[in-house]
Structure formats: C-alpha cells, structure tokens
C-alpha cells in the first residue's frame, strides 16, 4: 500500500483553524444562555449562542480526528515505547503544569464573581486540597482534551503499532473498499453506536470519572482519522466526496435547529422519549453532523489547504502552547468585559481580539524563547526543531505537525 504523501500541509493549516475556532467559542462563551461557562455576562445573545451550537458539533470531534494523523505521524520513526514516552512529554507534563499553573486564575475570578473576597495568594493554596471543581478549586477545564488524548494514545499504542506492521498493512489494504463511492461515511457507525446508546444516561462532564459516553465517543474519531492518514485512498475519497459530505453537514444541522428551535427534540415531545426509536435517530442525527464537518474540512483543505507557506511553521508551534494558555486569558479579560456597559458585539469583539494578541505575545516572549517553558508547553526543543529540519527537509509537513504535539 501507498505510503502518505510527503505534502500533508493541509492537515497543520486544519488543526490551526480547529484551534482559533475553540479561541471563538469561548470567547463567546461569556455571552451564551444556555449551558454554564466561568464568567458570564448579564445579557445574552441568541446569535452567538447559535455560533456556538455550530461550533460545538464539530470542533473537538475535528481536533481528534486530526490527533489521529498527528500520531500515525509519530510512530513513523518511533517503537510504540517511544512514542508512548513523548506523547508523556508532550501532553502529560503539560497537562499536569497547565492544571496547577495555567487554570488555577480561571477558578479564582469565578471564585471572585460567586462572593470570594480574597486575594489571589490566599486562593491559590486551596488548589493543592485537591478537592475536586465545582466543590473544590482543583480542575483542569479546558486541559480535558489534553488528558483524555494521553490517555488514548497509550490506550491505543500497541493497536496503532500493530496497525502500521506488515500483518496491519493487509488489514488496511482489506479497508480500501471504503474508498469506493460513498462507504466511507460507514466510518461514522462507532461513533453513532456510542452516542445514541450512552449520551442520555451519561451526559458530558469532561471529568474522566462519570463521562462514560463520551470518553468512548471521542477516540472513534481519533481512530478514524488514524486509519484514514495510513490509507491514503480514504483521504482521497473525503476530498472527492467534499461536497457531499458538506451538503450532508447543511442538511444535518438544518434538521436539527428545525426540531430544536420549534421544541420538537425528542424529550420535549414524547412521554416515552427514552425507549422511543426516533429519539435514537434524532441522537445519531447529531453524530452524523459532527462527522459531515469533519469529513467536509478534511475534503476542502485537502484540496485548497495543502499548500505550505512561511507562517505554516510558526503557527504550527505555537499552537499547542497557544491552546493551554487562551481560555485562561479569555476568563481574565471577561471577568472585567462583562462589567462594563457595552453592547455585546463590541464586547465579543474586544475578547476575541486581546485574547488572540495576548496569548500570542504570552508565547512569542515567554514560551518559546527558553527551553525549560518549552519542555512544560509540550514543544520540542529548540535543537530538535533544527536537527529535524535539517536532516529530514523531504518530511517537513509532517514535522510541523509534530512539533506542536
């Protein structure tokens, strides 16, 4: 079987524009009604809750989906040992930093917004009580996604090595008839099997402990972009298909707005919601949206994104370190921006904007000059960059994407 080709720039511009989606949906987060966030302002606005709802359907299946080829990538030059070592470096070092240094000021001003009176060096402290958020002041919020991509990998490491083996490479072979027409949408099954039997009874909670369905949810998304990057038929047949799978994606989501802005969803208007077939159907309803917009970005930015330009490599690692820092800066600056008296497009706006130059110039100037914020930011070090850069230039694409993971 084919390997990749060597041009996969597509894949880093995607995750870029998957990371400054998250910046936009908690930026906005502030301003939505409808589901708890940190900080939030007195008035809501239905147009960016909408944003929001549109977002939330594809955004974290697409930053798993992506993970997946980010690993395939890895285990390239790696045993399923060392890889299992540098996703530590990678993700758990800067997983447990981020919990007790990056989060921490987020559950202080939501502390200060619910009656604390303290100051941030009496608050700190309570944090290493290690009782958890919301009765306590230790949580990892948004570093969910970093935590639950560790757990994964090692979960999936020996699977993913025997993946790329000689006896794997049949079996991926075997799977190219998912290239054909329109099977690769079959890829979606895992994913709506899980979603519709488990979502009611175990809601989202992004606490590891009692998210059950969703922490099985997640990695047939890592797993399917995994299969897709070391098939590349399958890539080949999301980009043919681009635009079926985004005419499937406006379908989708139009159906769902229709029952959910008329309260027709299931709960709302069958007694026996539970054990009723339609809210089963309603339910993998939702998992093939989320699936038609990740298979409708893979397909377009194959096709328009695999291009590789002089900024490519800055983003690409500064991504990662950009992630762990944003929400951080979003709650410190919506703490101040809901007390103010201006509308809240200008507000939405404002938030967006110092928050992206903000968490910018946090990584250009204290992050990704010295090793030792590298090392707790999950990059790589500044020799290894340019030893990889040097020695593999055929692979750059694919290095890029390595930088940041």
């Known amino acids: 079987m084919d390997k990749p080709t060597n041009r996969q720039a597509y894949l ?3 995750r870029i524009l998957a990371i400054i989606a998250v910046l936009f949906f908690h930026a906005a987060s502030p301003f939505v009604a409808e589901w708890h966030w940190h900080i939030k302002n007195k008035e809501t606005s239905h147009l960016l809750l909408e944003f929001n709802y549109w977002l939330h359907r ?3 299946p697409l930053l798993f989906f992506i993970s997946g080829t980010v690993s395939y990538f890895m285990l ?6 060392g890889f299992i070592g540098l996703r530590f470096r990678r993700l758990f070092i800067p997983f447990v930093f981020g919990m007790f240094v990056v989060v921490p000021p987020q559950v202080y001003l939501e502390r200060l917004n619910q009656g604390y009176q303290g100051n941030y060096f009496s608050f700190y402290p309570s944090v290493f009580k290690l009782i958890p958020y919301p009765k ?3 949580s990892w919020h948004h570093l969910w996604f970093i935590l639950y991509l560790f757990i994964y990998d090692v979960v999936c490491a020996p699977f993913f090595v025997w993946l790329i083996s000689q006896k794997g490479k049949i079996i991926l072979q075997k799977l190219g008839w998912l290239a054909r027409g329109k099977n690769i949408y079959l890829i979606t099954l895992p994913s709506i099997i899980i979603y519709s039997s488990l979502s009611l009874r175990f809601p989202s909670t992004d606490d590891l402990i009692h998210d059950v369905a ?3 949810y997640w990695p047939t998304f890592l797993v399917g972009g995994f299969i897709c ?4 038929r399958l890539m080949d047949s999301l980009e043919k298909n681009r635009r079926f799978s985004l005419t499937l994606a406006f379908l989708s989501l139009l159906g769902i707005n229709y029952l959910r802005w008329n309260n027709y969803e299931p709960w709302h208007v069958l007694s026996n919601f539970r054990t009723n077939w339609l809210t089963y159907a309603y339910l993998a309803l939702e998992v093939i949206c989320a699936w038609s917009w990740v298979f409708t970005a893979v397909g377009y930015g194959k096709k328009y994104l695999d291009k590789r330009h002089k900024i490519l490599s800055y983003a690409n690692q ?3 370190p950009f992630f762990i820092l ?3 800066v979003i709650v410190i600056i919506a703490y101040y921006v809901v007390q103010t008296s201006d509308t809240i497009g200008m507000k939405f706006v404002f938030t967006v904007i110092v928050s992206f130059a903000l968490t910018i110039g946090m990584y250009h100037l204290f992050v990704r000059p010295y090793a030792i914020t590298r090392l707790l930011f999950g990059m790589k070090s500044k020799k290894e960059v340019e030893k990889t850069d040097i020695s593999v230039p055929v692979r750059t694409s694919q290095v890029a994407i390595e930088a940041t993971s």
Not at 76 to 81: D, P, V
Not at 229 to 232: D, E, G, R, T, V
């Open 12 to 14: 880093d511009w995607l």
């Open 58 to 60: 594809f955004r974290m």
């Open 76 to 81: 390239q030059r790696r045993s399923g040992g």
């Open 136 to 138: 306590g002041n230790t």
């Open 214 to 216: 969703f922490f099985l």
């Open 229 to 232: 990057i070391a098939n590349p």
């Open 318 to 320: 500064a991504v990662y």
């Open 326 to 328: 944003h929400q951080t």
